[in-house]
């Protein structure tokens, strides 16, 4: 019971999540109440429940059957399956909160191809408080000023989404996660030929598989 308990605990965060990735930064998270985006219908206490709201519906709004995309779903399921992680041992605090901003990141990356930089700076204080700042951290912090500064062609928030990993992870994975995540993003270039690509999602794939590797 305890661990159904966390788990919707850790489902209800990226609920949450899911909110501040629609709303934000155009809209407030704190209101109006959560409704459907196309119907604008305020959602009743049943169709909150993280998960098993939208499996009921077999994700569309209850109102006016518009389909609710499944990324909302499978980050409730990813955000509990961490809190679980983390009640195990398995993964440390600073770890589940750095997968939870490479998730939010990488969602909101994909669906605007923006750098949320304040989402970015609350979750790198939060990691801060449970982890060193490093002189790898202070290089990527200014390695993203200076592109920001004379507008090269590399992204900023790849920076600095570097420079939260590296908080975590050490020299040598960091340069394994850069060299993996420009590997992967080449190849979907190539085979999907899009216009842009945005890498932030390749970066976090990549300390996904690093982190399992070693």
């Given at each position: 019971?305890?661990?159904?308990?966390?788990?919707?605990?850790g489902?209800?965060?990226?609920?949450?999540?899911?909110?501040?990735?629609?709303?934000?930064?155009?809209?407030?998270?704190?209101?109006?109440?959560?409704?459907?985006?196309?119907?604008?219908?305020?959602?009743?206490?049943?169709?909150?429940?993280?998960?098993?709201?939208?499996?009921l519906?077999?994700?569309?709004?209850?109102?006016?059957?518009?389909?609710?995309?499944?990324?909302?779903?499978?980050?409730?399921?990813?955000?509990?399956?961490?809190?679980?992680?983390?009640?195990?041992?398995?993964?440390s605090?600073?770890?589940?909160?750095?997968?939870?901003?490479?998730?939010?990141?990488?969602?909101?990356?994909?669906?605007?191809?923006?750098?949320?930089?304040?989402?970015?700076?609350?979750?790198?204080?939060?990691?801060?408080?449970?982890?060193?700042?490093?002189?790898?951290?202070?290089?990527?912090?200014?390695?993203?000023?200076?592109?920001?500064?004379?507008?090269?062609?590399?992204?900023?928030?790849?920076?600095?989404?570097?420079?939260?990993?590296?908080?975590?992870?050490?020299?040598?994975?960091?340069?394994?996660?850069?060299?993996?995540?420009?590997?992967?993003?080449?190849?979907?270039?190539?085979?999907?030929?899009?216009?842009?690509?945005?890498?932030?999602?390749?970066?976090?794939?990549?300390?996904?598989?690093?982190?399992?590797?070693?």
């Amino acid at each position: 019971m305890k661990i159904l308990i966390l788990f919707f605990l850790g489902a209800s965060i990226g609920s949450f999540l899911g909110l501040v990735i629609d709303r934000f930064p155009e809209q407030s998270i704190v209101a109006p109440p959560s409704h459907c985006a196309a119907c604008k219908r305020q959602l009743r206490i049943l169709d909150l429940i993280p998960i098993l709201s939208q499996i009921l519906t077999k994700s569309r709004c209850r109102y006016c059957k518009a389909r609710i995309p499944f990324w909302y779903m499978g980050l409730e399921f990813l955000t509990g399956l961490l809190v679980l992680l983390c009640y195990f041992h398995i993964l440390s605090m600073a770890e589940t909160i750095l997968i939870m901003a490479g998730l939010v990141l990488t969602i909101y990356d994909i669906q605007y191809q923006e750098y949320p930089f304040a989402v970015w700076l609350v979750f790198t204080i939060v990691v801060l408080v449970l982890a060193r700042v490093n002189w790898l951290f202070c290089g990527f912090l200014i390695l993203a000023y200076l592109t920001e500064r004379w507008q090269v062609n590399i992204g900023s928030g790849d920076f600095l989404y570097l420079a939260t990993l590296s908080l975590v992870f050490g020299l040598t994975d960091i340069l394994w996660i850069i060299q993996v995540s420009s590997l992967t993003g080449l190849a979907a270039f190539l085979l999907f030929k899009p216009r842009s690509l945005p890498y932030v999602p390749f970066l976090f794939l990549a300390s996904i598989l690093v982190s399992l590797a070693f």
